[in-house]
């Protein structure tokens, strides 16, 4: 083989790829931001490559993914069963969270991150409810143990992975008010896992 | 020794009972073996050598898998793994005890090079002397360091309890801080001799030469050490190499390790048997769903369960696609040292992006997946997976492969750089530990998956690429090979995955392992990975130790520079394809 053909050779795979990755934004000119050609330029179908260009434009992180741990909990309602909304968050007033304090979370958790304080009655009896609930995300490896062991669906895995802060001992521990979300946006991010969840339900309340 | 040397009926024998080996043993050494059983063959501290040097030359133990301790309160005990190349099949266990104060066993350099950063390792974390080891220093944790982390009665900064859980957390557990936790405050805790304002570090030697020196022999080129890191980008994680170098021809490599340190396995000691599942992501962040693999399967060998079909099946997918990106990333970094800077690493890691992907929508997390528990995994696959997984597998993959390859194989840049560059001979390269890529490309056909099968391995048809020098271009073709071979399997896998659970029994946070130990080991895209876990019968492992192949690896680095370039050293380094993450633990 004469000297240089495989560097030519290498050449041409560069060659190649910038075409590649420059076809399809003529080809789609002007409608980069059509939601169903983004999911399809990002899949194992698209050729090329595709940057996104982050702020401006984010990837759906798909279902499963995980990242800090909430609360769930159903919101209260008002008198016509619709959830009450508060006007200052914007977000259902809390009804009842699903925690019972059981404390499986916080036993499973691999870095130990998870500080609970169950509730007492005035009596001094416990009561199944937190009346602290603690994580340390700084601490919190995101290995989605304790939603998985919870009995009562009530800790679920978030996907906001935007939480970089300036300082760590106020911001980067989450207490109730922090933790806790609404089921409906339990239900709005995990579809698959609340329709799972919800016929599991059914099925235990009708026995 | 030389009279009997290995015959080949010795290498045919079913050598892997621990009483057939004990016999042997006796008839040579009668006095050597002080038990036997299941656990393995317990020998006098004084006749270790001679029956080490006995088990390599004459029975064909020619590979040590393992060195590592255990703290048994009352006295040490150092644990060798060995096994044949040869016969294959699960590793025998040898276990040498020793006392409590002023512990020291002979070393087993002389006979295993491979044992001489392990036994170091096991200096430096237990304070084991071996008599005999040509360098014993410490090694992941700097010289003038107080203690020694893995006997049961050292604590570590921050430390709380025993065990974890700890009680603080429920059900009265308001957070506290990790420094207003810590016992000695500043997070130091310091040995009780010292007198703090007399304190002077050690000091290593360097020979400098010496100004008048210089002058007079001004066209003389000496030996200089060179200390090349921790952070140059090439050294692949935070690496300190100590080089010794004449000119530019390198005489001399130490690895100077311990940077990324953690104490992986006290960290372990401390964990429940599910808390280190996602441990272990974290020893080697690009294969985390192989190092599940791995660790799942020593513990379920302890527990005695199987996990049903389908999770087996999609083990071995997660397994394979972890190897094929794994070496994919592996083959850009070193095109990467080589010279060619970023632009085909960049193509190598398009495909991985697209695998990652996957894991993430399976696992819930691309690189850290802690996907794997004790009888099955955590959730099943989503219902696009295998439509998807196919289509990489037919198409993507086998394409990216060969472009891999059709770019560098016959680039004359690069044949020039890696032809017989860096050689491993084969007898080196098993003497001294090596596994993985490395332990194939010097010609040995060796495969955990093919020695002792675990999982299904057994039921799929690949092959163990070899190469044949055992050069930076043999290791270079071995990994597109085993590339190709996990494309093979992958096909298999997804045509006959089933339907079904995925789970045997009940998921369970408390997993209780019977008492006992085990050696457990899986062929991972870097080498043989290998836990040993000690189970007391409680909620954690009273043991629990990784044999890292990165780290072992490193062993062979000075034999492979020596007498190269300085450059050439730098893709040595990366044709070993170590990850921090792992070497440092």
Not at chain 2, 108 to 117: N, Q, S
Not at chain 2, 556 to 566: D, P, R, S, T
Request: with cysteine; aromatic share 10%; net charge neutral.
């Amino acid at each position: 083989m004469a000297f240089g053909l495989g560097l030519l050779n290498g050449l041409r795979y560069t060659a190649s790829r910038v075409v590649k990755t420059y076809i399809g934004d003529f080809k789609h000119l002007g409608r980069r931001y059509d939601d169903k050609l983004f999911k399809e330029r990002q899949s194992v179908r698209g050729s090329g490559i595709f940057t996104v260009q982050y702020p401006e434009e984010r990837l759906v992180p798909p279902e499963n993914f995980r990242f800090i741990p909430f609360l769930v909990y159903e919101p209260a309602l008002d008198e016509n069963g619709q959830p009450m909304m508060d006007p200052a968050t914007g977000k259902p007033v809390v009804g009842k969270l699903r925690c019972t304090a059981c404390g499986i979370c916080a036993k499973v958790c691999p870095p130990q991150c998870i500080w609970i304080v169950r509730a007492t009655t005035p009596q001094g009896k416990p009561k199944p409810q937190p009346a602290e609930f603690y994580i340390d995300i700084d601490v919190c490896m995101n290995c989605g143990l304790c939603a998985e062991f919870c009995p009562f669906d009530a800790i679920k895995m978030d996907q906001v992975y935007e939480l970089a802060g300036y300082e760590r001992h106020v911001s980067h521990i989450f207490d109730l008010r922090a933790l806790s979300k609404p089921a409906s946006y339990h239900a709005q991010i995990h579809p698959t896992d609340w329709a799972r969840e919800e016929t599991e339900r059914k099925a235990k309340a009708k026995k | 020794m030389a009279a009997n040397a290995p015959a080949v009926t010795e290498t045919q024998m079913p050598l892997n009972d621990p009483q057939v080996v004990a016999e042997k043993i006796k008839t040579q050494y009668p006095d050597a073996v002080e038990a036997v059983s299941a656990q393995g063959i317990v020998l006098k501290k004084d006749r270790l050598l001679d029956v080490a040097r006995y088990l390599h030359d004459t029975l064909a133990f020619d590979y040590l898998n393992n060195v590592t301790s255990v703290d048994w309160q009352d006295h040490f005990e150092v644990v060798y793994h060995l096994t044949s190349i040869d016969r294959g099949g699960a590793p025998i266990t040898l276990k040498v005890n020793t006392a409590r104060d002023n512990p020291s066993v002979p070393s087993l350099v002389p006979v295993y090079r491979g044992a001489d950063f392990q036994e170091r390792e096991v200096y430096d974390m237990m304070g084991i002397r071996f008599e005999g080891h040509p360098n014993l220093r410490r090694i992941l944790m700097w010289e003038g360091f107080e203690g020694y982390p893995l006997r049961k009665d050292y604590k570590e900064p921050y430390y709380e309890e025993e065990k974890k859980p700890f009680g603080s957390r429920w059900d009265q557990g308001y957070h506290v801080f990790a420094e207003d936790r810590n016992p000695w405050h500043d997070n130091v805790q310091y040995p009780a001799h010292l007198d703090a304002l007399a304190y002077k570090p050690p000091r290593e030697s360097v020979p400098v030469i010496e100004a008048t020196q210089a002058a007079t022999t001004r066209l003389r080129t000496d030996k200089i050490i060179l200390n090349f890191g921790p952070q140059h980008p090439s050294t692949h994680g935070v690496l300190r190499l100590k080089v010794t170098l004449e000119g530019e021809t390198v005489r001399a490599v130490e690895p100077v390790l311990g940077y990324l340190h953690r104490n992986h396995e006290k960290i372990g000691e401390r964990n429940t048997y599910l808390g280190n599942m996602p441990f272990t992501d974290r020893l080697d962040y690009f294969t985390s769903m192989a190092n599940n693999l791995a660790y799942a399967i020593t513990v379920e060998k302890m527990l005695g369960i199987k996990p049903p079909e389908r999770a087996e099946y999609i083990r071995v997918i997660m397994a394979e696609l972890t190897r094929w990106q794994n070496h994919a990333a592996a083959l850009g970094f070193l095109y990467n040292d080589l010279g060619a800077f970023y632009t085909p690493l960049i193509y190598a890691l398009e495909e991985r992006e697209l695998i990652l992907d996957l894991f993430e929508a399976t696992a819930g997390s691309r690189m850290m997946c802690n996907y794997m528990r004790f009888g099955g995994v955590a959730r099943d696959v989503t219902d696009d997976f295998i439509d998807k997984c196919k289509y990489l597998v037919n198409e993507r993959l086998p394409r990216r492969t060969d472009e891999l390859e059709a770019y560098m194989a016959k680039n004359e840049l690069f044949l020039a750089r890696s032809k017989n560059i860096g050689i491993l001979p084969r007898d080196l390269a098993i003497n001294y530990s090596t596994a993985g890529p490395v332990l194939r490309a010097s010609g040995v056909k060796y495969d955990v998956r093919r020695a002792e099968p675990y999982s299904i391995y057994d039921r799929f048809e690949f092959d163990i690429p070899t190469g044949t020098v055992g050069d930076l271009y043999d290791r270079f073709m071995v990994r597109i090979a085993e590339m190709r071979q996990s494309i093979k399997i992958l096909k298999q896998a997804l045509e006959q995955i089933p339907p079904g659970d995925i789970m045997t029994g009940k998921k369970n946070y408390q997993v209780r392992v019977p008492k006992g130990e085990m050696y457990g080991r899986a062929e991972n895209p870097k080498g043989e990975l290998g836990f040993y876990v000690v189970s007391d019968g409680s909620a954690n492992p009273y043991r629990y130790h990784v044999r890292a192949p990165s780290f072992i690896n490193l062993t062979a680095l000075n034999q492979m520079c020596v007498g190269h370039k300085i450059a050439d050293m730098i893709v040595i380094l990366g044709s070993i394809d170590i990850v921090m993450g792992e070497v440092d633990r």
